[in-house]
C-alpha cells in the first residue's frame, strides 16, 4: 500500500458529461501530480500541485482542470468526456518536486 | 525534451531465467532514475532507484545501475518467477518542478 488513495476505482459515463476523480496524498506528502495512462499514448503527465498551488503543467486538455485543497487532497475534472479520455488516471504524491513519486492503485475511467 | 526509451515488449520467459530490460535516456543534467513495476490491475509500485552515477539500485531481486557514459539504466534479475509477471516502466526524474518521464513500459510474462 502506498499510501496514496484514489476514489473511485472504476468509473462509467456517456459522452458530454463530467466527473471528478479524487486522489488523497500520503501523509505528510504536499505535493501532488496526475498522470493518464492510455493503450496509445503511454503514461502521460498532466498537472502538478504544491500545498495547493498549480506548480507544472504537462499535456493536460482544456477540458480538463485540477485543484488541491487546503487539507492537500486534490481533484481532478474532466469535463465535455469524449470517448477517447478513456484510460486510468493516476495520482501520485511526494514530499516535495524533484522527490520519489507514490503511486495510488488509479481510477479506470470508461466513457461509452 | 527529456525521454525514456525502453525495449519493446512483450517479453516472455520460462520460470528461472535471467531477465534483462534495457533503458536508455535523453536528459539534461543528472536526473534520478526509476524503475517502477505495474502488476495486473494495481497501480505503479516503485521497485528501485538510482539518483548519481554509478549507483545500483535493487530491490527484490531486481537490479539496476546508473550508467552516465552510456545514458543507461537496465533492469536484470538472475532468476525470475511466475510472480514477476508485470509491465515494468523505467522513468527519470530532473531536479525542480518536472514530472516524472516515463518510458513505453515493457509487458514480461514468465511461465513456470
Known amino acids: 500500500d502506498s499510501g496514496v488513495t484514489q476514489t473511485p476505482k472504476h468509473l462509467i459515463t456517456a459522452t458530454g458529461q463530467r466527473v471528478t476523480l479524487r486522489c488523497s496524498p500520503r501523509s505528510g506528502d504536499l505535493s501532488v501530480y496526475w498522470y493518464q495512462q492510455s493503450l496509445d499514448q503511454g503514461l502521460q503527465f498532466l498537472i502538478q500541485?504544491?500545498?495547493?498551488?498549480?506548480?507544472a503543467k504537462g499535456n493536460i486538455l482544456e477540458r480538463f482542470s485540477a485543484q488541491q485543497f487546503p487539507d492537500l487532497h486534490s481533484e481532478l475534472n474532466l469535463s465535455s468526456l469524449e470517448l477517447g479520455d478513456s484510460a486510468l488516471y493516476f495520482c501520485?504524491?511526494?514530499?516535495?518536486?524533484?522527490?520519489?513519486?507514490?503511486f495510488g492503485a488509479g481510477t479506470r475511467l470508461s466513457v461509452l | 525534451g527529456d525521454s525514456v526509451t525502453q525495449m519493446e515488449g512483450p517479453v516472455t520467459l520460462s520460470e528461472e531465467a535471467f531477465l534483462t530490460i534495457n533503458c536508455t535516456y535523453t536528459a539534461t543534467g543528472y536526473p534520478s532514475l526509476f524503475w517502477y513495476v505495474q502488476y495486473p490491475g494495481e497501480g505503479l509500485q516503485l521497485l528501485l532507484k538510482a539518483t548519481k552515477a554509478d549507483d545500483k539500485g535493487s530491490n527484490k531481486g531486481f537490479e539496476a545501475t546508473y550508467r552516465k557514459e552510456t545514458t543507461s539504466f537496465h533492469l536484470e534479475k538472475g532468476s525470475v518467477q511466475v510472480s514477476d509477471s508485470a509491465v515494468y516502466f523505467c522513468a527519470l526524474l530532473r531536479a525542480g518542478n518536472t514530472p516524472l518521464v516515463f518510458g513505453k513500459g515493457t509487458r514480461l510474462s514468465v511461465i513456470a
Open positions: 500541485y504544491y500545498n495547493g498551488e498549480e506548480r
Open positions: 501520485a504524491s511526494s514530499v516535495s518536486s524533484g522527490n520519489i513519486q507514490y
